[in-house]
Structure formats: structure tokens, C-alpha cells
């Protein structure tokens, strides 16, 4: 097999190629390392690749290949660098996570190893996955793979990118408010943002603890399904674990069609601010969906626009909290020569974070800060049961719904740089399912006229899974394939 | 509205110290003006009514969940200072807390 070969395949034929013998795990991963190393100087969507350990690895799968292996046995993997792979570095694209290595495997990873992945490399992202772009990194922006000059969207871009650009066949991100969905969308990717639960989030290093979630990054809808069926269950280390099963990917999903589903499309999510070229895609893909037999109702979410607000309260809060813990002690950088231990904790964290960390630090400190707490914190918390309620409502009225996963295709480089709310802004169609704690996907619906990707969302009620991934399992078959990036200047 | 929601710009020097970080002037000057724009949009949470609705902490379905009251193995003493910038005798070393 070439090295071209070996970069198309889905998971499950990578792992039925080990498995027969048709190739080893070795020549697999060999692949996936030339692609990087020829592909990855243009775009950086890795920050850490240890090819000698990745074929330690891959030769420990070659050793104990048969039926009983796994069902990714010797299969690369990417890993964003916010979860924990024992022995590796997980610096979360910030400077104050210098030098840490993880002490352990997050369970996510545990359970993809346990079916004999090989953990291949670590991928950029934003800064403690805060960000749109993957331009808030310590090691300097990922770049779109359709196009240079663009943005792979944040913020797992890097793994988003990686998927892309066939440098990985698969890699794991987070989602806290569409980290997962908008960069497969920019970059012409399958995302999946599971339900709050689904994925263990012991190791996943934490933004927002109430709206975090793990989610695969993958070329098609079932090797997301299988990925998720693989990583979901109750874990005794994350007590926000739902035991319910999660589906399996069923070879029936695309040949049902779409017969006697009901697909929403939530008017908000088609208004003002959304680029025509946008619309246009999502509803030639919501035409496709009718012809597989969906049938299309019109849905209302009505606190959609007070989505961003709630959003920003609520996740910086939690932030502010959860990132208290990197002061200087324990792990990570240390600021030199400080006299007591607030001058520690100040400059360690003045040296260690950047701008967007820091901005969204001190949102949160704010919004949770006596006399501010009522009118930010706990009135965002009641919007959030709004939009709740607003999705508890529609489900009442179709089994998913089809939406575009951002108002527009990937950002210029620097175009949102120094206008943060400009950048927050663009996450309105995506924070609603973190907020309500419900699955999406995005899945590759057209491209523009400059040749950008869009996504189109299906959102399904918590654990509705199994109806999101048959949506767009069906409508990808539909679509056909989707084309390659071709890369590029700006 | 509370009369917090309409005392005014967010002061950031003061927050940035609840926050333990030190800002440069600069820093602080700019995150002053990018946040009042940011705390002004999301200010618009206040033109809801929201007496009388229930606040969503969690998107967590599941609570009092409960593990058996058991022993476990957890990390290695050595593994957990591992990443320690600086530690001695077995603890972490900071700078010197009591005169």
C-alpha cells in the first residue's frame, strides 16, 4: 500500500487492515509520521510528535494482532493538548504548563488504548481551549488547511486541521462551546460534541466543568460513532458520567434513509449576521435530507440571542475557578525570586498565561464578585434554564434539527484578534448545546466560492446519539464524497 | 436590574488582584477597554425576566451518585511532586509564608 492509501482510511478499515494482515501497524503509523513531517511545517496543527514512542506503540499492537487486539487495534490516533496520555506532555498551548507531564491516562484515552490505539501526537488549540481561532497558542497559530491565510477555527483546530489534511485519521477534541463542531467545520471534518456525561472527563484538563465535553474529530460519521462507543459509559472518576450506552455504528443508518424523521430548522439559527453562502449550503443539505425522507418542520428557539451573554457569565465564571489551581506550586512554571506566596501566584500567572486566558480570568472573577454575582451569575444561570426549556420544547416538535454551526466559514488570520467580542460573537450557534448539555455534530455540507468548508450542525436531545449520527450518516452518503483541501495562500 | 447591574465599568486592576494576576499597565489599560465592551453586551441578560425561573447549574442529569467507601490506590507520592517546580523532603517548596 502507498503512503497515499494508508492516509485515506477510514478507522475501521485501518484496523481490519492490521488485523488480516494486510499490512502492520507499523507501516500504518510510518504513513501517518511522513505525512506529518511533510505536511504539518505548512499548517503546525501538531505540537508534540514522538515518533520513536509512536512506533513503540504501534509495534506493541504488530505483537498482540488477532481478533482479540481491539478494535483499534494499532490504529493512530491524535489527542488534543488539553487531555492527559501518561507520560507525555499536556501543556494546553500555554507557557505555564511548561515542562508537566502527565502522571496519568485521561479515561477517554485509557479507553481508546484498551481497544489498542496508538496515541500518535498532541495537537494545538486555544489556550486552555479558550478561543475560535487556535491563534490564542504559545506555539503560534495553526493554519487552515483549504487555505492558509484562514484560521482552522478553535478551538481543537489543531486536531481539526490534522483530520483535514489526512495527517491523522482521527483525533480526539473538546467542545465547552463548539471547540469541537466550528473547527470541523472550517476545515471540512466530522465533529461530534457528545451530551454532558457521555465521555468520561477525568483528565481533560478543565475550562468550564458544567459545559465541557470530549468529542472525536474524524473524515466520516461512523468512525465518530465508533470512537464514541469506544469512550462513552459511567466512569467511577467523573461522577457527571451517564451509564447509558451509547450506539454503535449501525451499516444500516445509511441505507434506511431518513423515512418518518422529523428534522427541525430553528428559525434563530437562519437570521440576520448568517453569510448567504452559509444558508445557502445548509439548506441544499436540508433539501438533501427531505429526499432521503426526512420531513422538514420549522422550529422556534426563542432565547437564542441571549445565548452568547449566558455563555460568557457562565464559562468564564467556572474558568476563573478552575484555572485557580495553576499558581506556581505544584506543577507547571514557576515565576523566579518572588518574597511571599501572592507575589508567586501574581507573576507566575501574569508569565504563564496569555491575553485571552487572562481577559476571560478576570471576566469570571468579576461576574462572581460580591455584588455582581445576582445580576451576572446566577441571571445567566436562569437564562441557561431558558434555553433549556427552548430546546425541551422544540424536540417536543421533530427528532433533530438541522442548523448551519456558524454564521460564517473560516476567519482571515488576525481578523478577530483584537476584537474579542467579535470572536465570541461567531460561537452563537454552537454554545446553545453546551448550555443545554445536548449532542451535535458537524458534518461537511458544501464549500464557498473561495473554496472555504461549511458545516452542517444536526442537533439531537440529550443521549439522542444514535438520531444525530443516522442523520448524518444518511446525508453524507447522500452527499457523496467531500472534496480534499488543496491548501494554498491566502 | 440591581443596582450593582448598573454601578458602572468593571474596575480590572482591583478584580485582576482578586484574580491573583499581575497586570502591566498596558495590559491593563487594554483589557479595561475590551471588557467594558464585552461586560456591556453581555449585560443584556438583563432585559429578561427571570423571577420566579429556576437557575441550571449543571446540565447533569445524575446526582448523589455514591461510590463504595473504599481504599484505593491513587497516585505515587514521588509521581505527584514529579511536576513540582521546586520540592525538598518529600513536599513542595514555596516561599516562606509565616515571619
Not at chain 1, 492558509?148 to 486536531?159: C, I, K, N, T
Not at chain 1, 460534541?193 to 460519521?221: C, E, F, H, W
Not at chain 1, 460561537?427 to 464557498?448: E, H, M, R, Y
Not at chain 2, 485582576?16 to 495590559?27: F, H, K, N, V
Amino acid at each position: 500500500m502507498n503512503r497515499e492509501a494508508f492516509q485515506c482510511l477510514d478507522l475501521r478499515s485501518a484496523a481490519a487492515g492490521v488485523v488480516s494482515g494486510d499490512f502492520t501497524s507499523r507501516e500504518l503509523v510510518e504513513a501517518m509520521l511522513a505525512g506529518i513531517i511533510e505536511r504539518d511545517p505548512a499548517i503546525r496543527a501538531f505540537v508534540h510528535v514522538d515518533a520513536d514512542d509512536a512506533l513503540r506503540q504501534a509495534d506493541a499492537a504488530d505483537a498482540r494482532r488477532g481478533p482479540g487486539g481491539g478494535r483499534l487495534n494499532g490504529v493512530p490516533v491524535a489527542v488534543k493538548d488539553v487531555l492527559n496520555v501518561a507520560g507525555q506532555p499536556c501543556g494546553c498551548a500555554s507557557r505555564i504548563l511548561e515542562g508537566y507531564r502527565a502522571p496519568y491516562d485521561a479515561t477517554a484515552v485509557a479507553r481508546l488504548r484498551r481497544e489498542g490505539a496508538v496515541v500518535v501526537g498532541r495537537t494545538n488549540m486555544d489556550e486552555f481551549a479558550m478561543g475560535s481561532t487556535t491563534e490564542n497558542s504559545v506555539h503560534g497559530p495553526t493554519l487552515n488547511p483549504w487555505n492558509h491565510g484562514r484560521v482552522p477555527g478553535g478551538s481543537s483546530g489543531g486536531s481539526a486541521a490534522a483530520v483535514a489534511s489526512r495527517e491523522a485519521l482521527a483525533a480526539l477534541g473538546s467542545d465547552t462551546g463548539g471547540s469541537v463542531r466550528q473547527p470541523a467545520s472550517f476545515c471540512g471534518c466530522v465533529g461530534l460534541k457528545p451530551s454532558y456525561g457521555r465521555i468520561s472527563r477525568y483528565g481533560l484538563t478543565a475550562y468550564a466543568s458544567s459545559l465541557d465535553q470530549i468529542g472525536p474529530l474524524t473524515t466520516n460519521v461512523r468512525d465518530a460513532a465508533l470512537l464514541l462507543n469506544i469512550m462513552s459509559g459511567r466512569d467511577p472518576l467523573d461522577s457527571t458520567s451517564v451509564p447509558d450506552p451509547a450506539p454503535c455504528a449501525d451499516d444500516g443508518w445509511a441505507a434506511a434513509g431518513l423515512k418518518g424523521m422529523k428534522l427541525g430548522l430553528p428559525r434563530e439559527y437562519f437570521g440576520a449576521g448568517l453569510d448567504p453562502e452559509v444558508a445557502w449550503a445548509v439548506r441544499a443539505a436540508a433539501d438533501a435530507c427531505a429526499a432521503l425522507g426526512a420531513e422538514l418542520v420549522e422550529v422556534a428557539l426563542p432565547h437564542t440571542e441571549y445565548a452568547i451573554a449566558a455563555y460568557y457569565i457562565i464559562a468564564t465564571a467556572e474558568a476563573s475557578a478552575n484555572l485557580a489551581r495553576f499558581d506556581g506550586v505544584r506543577y507547571g512554571r514557576r515565576a523566579d525570586g518572588a518574597s511571599d506566596p501572592y507575589d508567586l501566584y501574581t507573576r507566575t500567572r501574569a508569565e504563564g498565561f496569555g491575553a485571552e486566558v487572562k481577559r476571560r480570568i478576570i471576566l469570571g472573577t468579576y461576574v462572581l464578585s460580591s455584588g455582581y454575582y445576582e445580576a451576572y451569575y446566577r441571571s445567566a444561570q436562569k437564562v441557561r434554564t431558558l434555553i433549556r426549556r427552548d430546546f425541551e420544547r422544540a424536540f417536543g416538535q421533530c427528532d433533530a434539527m438541522l442548523a448551519p454551526v456558524a454564521p460564517t466559514a473560516a476567519y482571515r488570520l488576525g481578523e478577530t484578534t483584537d476584537d474579542p467580542l467579535k470572536m465570541y460573537l461567531g460561537d452563537i450557534l454552537t454554545v446553545t448545546a453546551n448550555l443545554a448539555g445536548i449532542c451535535g455534530l458537524s458534518v461537511p455540507c458544501g464549500l464557498t466560492d473561495d473554496g472555504l468548508p461549511v458545516g452542517l450542525q444536526v442537533l439531537g436531545p440529550f443521549l439522542g446519539e444514535e438520531r444525530v449520527l443516522r442523520v448524518g450518516a444518511a446525508y453524507e452518503t447522500a452527499r457523496g464524497p467531500f472534496p480534499e483541501p488543496h491548501g494554498g495562500a491566502a | 436590574m440591581t443596582e450593582a447591574n448598573e454601578s458602572g465599568a468593571m474596575d480590572v486592576a482591583y478584580v485582576a488582584r482578586l484574580a491573583r494576576l499581575a497586570l502591566t499597565p498596558e495590559e491593563a489599560e487594554t483589557f479595561q477597554r475590551q471588557l467594558d465592551h464585552i461586560v456591556g453586551y453581555v449585560r443584556k441578560i438583563g432585559e429578561l425576566d427571570v423571577s420566579g425561573v429556576e437557575p441550571t447549574a449543571h446540565a447533569a442529569v445524575l446526582s448523589n451518585v455514591f461510590r463504595p467507601d473504599e481504599a484505593r490506590h491513587g497516585i505515587e507520592h514521588d509521581v505527584a511532586l514529579g511536576n513540582a517546580p521546586r520540592s525538598a523532603d518529600g513536599q513542595f517548596l514555596v516561599p516562606r509564608i509565616v515571619e
